[in-house]
């Protein structure tokens, strides 16, 4: 299965690219995930990510997650079909 879409909350997520260089790199549990953003918790910090702005990788999977793409709710990003990357 694409890991787009499967649920990420609970998934440890590594941002790959960003508009903001000072997110590169940064990684944490995904706690939550609306629309339009991500929630991280980083250690004991939480951080809400913009979809728009980010390319990123879920543990275990190889693919990078252009951000933009996603940018539907979950309930409608798990039920949808994908070109193949």
Known sequence: MDVRNLPWIGAGL???????PSLVGRQGLVVDETR???????GERALTLG?????????GFTTVIDGSLMRQRPE????????KV
């Open 36 to 42: 339009h953003t991500i929630h991280l918790l980083e």
């Open 14 to 20: 590594t941002v790959v690219d960003a508009a903001d």
């Open 51 to 59: 979809k728009a702005g980010l390319s990123f990788s879920i543990d």
């Open 76 to 83: 409608d990003r798990t039920n949808r079909n994908y070109p």
